[in-house]
């Protein structure tokens, strides 16, 4: 779990003009990869009142660019090797073109965005991660270096929440930095949950993680086969019958550490839905 603070404390100076809600939309790297999808997704996003932040992927057009420059995508259980090459492409993906192009999009539907890494106004730091013992799909166990990746180590809530009340809209890209002048790759999902679990003393918060499917799905052959709730304890049965697995598994851990740390709701949903009616809600 990464220790994820805020810098700002809870009764700071600006107490009193944080009220009201935040809405926290992770979009993956397969809607982002599907124009029909996105556009769907930015019209929503675009109708959802009051704050909002998007949080956004974009692992599969990182792929595609890396193999156009020569550069082969290297993967351990669905995590991305970050060497130093591929740390170039990410950065240049993510934090270019994804992001600005996500700004532009919503620009055009009237929603003041900015583009930010977690680099940029010093909001999400984080550390490069050790050598790490993974368990991999025959069942052993190696100690893999995932290279230049970031585990989160605080979130910035103050200055987001600043941001927002000015009517800033942040299009968050999955980069980090260390502090000492470093970029490092960081999972989107935990962007998200860190975005939201660092604004949760300020606002109540909703995170929205969007994807292809309508929900988590008791039966992954059956789109209509959505879990309405997910507790932690009904969590532990699905993994333990092989109902959740891969990298769903993550994805509600950090729903999970969202919830715990005072996130009002935590949904998984369809990139369509994503007003808060539809999908499997983690309490």
Do not use: C, W
């Not at 999972?187 to 109540?204: C, E, G, I, R, W």
């Not at 697995?245 to 851990?253: A, L, R, T």
């Amino acid at each position: 779990m990464e220790n994820v603070i805020s810098k700002a404390s809870p009764r700071g100076g600006l107490e009193g003009a944080m009220e009201g809600a935040v809405s926290v939309i992770k979009v993956g790297g397969a809607v982002v990869e599907d124009a029909q999808q996105l556009a769907a997704l930015l019209d929503n996003f675009s109708a959802i009142p009051g704050k909002k932040i998007l949080v956004h992927g974009g692992g599969r057009r990182a792929t595609k660019v890396a193999a156009q420059l020569g550069i082969e995508s290297h993967m351990v259980n669905g995590r991305r090797i970050t060497d130093s090459e591929m740390l170039s492409v990410v950065t240049m993906v993510y934090g270019g073109l994804v992001n600005k192009n996500l700004v532009a999009q919503l620009q055009a539907k009237g929603v003041n965005a900015l583009g930010l890494t977690g680099a940029d106004m010093d909001i999400i730091r984080s550390h490069k991660r050790p050598l790490k013992k993974v368990k991999m799909e025959d069942g052993t166990e190696q100690m893999v270096d995932f290279g230049y990746v970031g585990d989160v180590d605080y979130a910035n809530g103050e200055r987001l929440a600043e941001l927002l009340n000015s009517g800033v809209i942040p299009v968050v890209a999955p980069l980090t930095h260390d502090g000492e002048g470093n970029i490092l790759n960081t999972n989107a999902d935990t962007m998200a949950s860190t975005v939201a679990k660092a604004l949760a003393q300020y606002f109540d918060v909703t995170l929205i993680y969007s994807f292809e499917k309508k929900g988590v799905l008791s039966n992954p052959d059956d789109d209509d086969s959505v879990i309405p709730t997910i507790t932690r304890e009904s969590y532990d049965k699905y993994v333990a019958d092989g109902t959740i697995s891969g990298g769903m598994m993550p994805k509600i851990e950090n729903a999970f550490e969202a919830v715990e740390a005072g996130v009002k709701r935590v949904i998984i949903t369809l990139a369509t839905a994503i007003d808060g009616n539809h999908g499997t809600v983690i309490s």
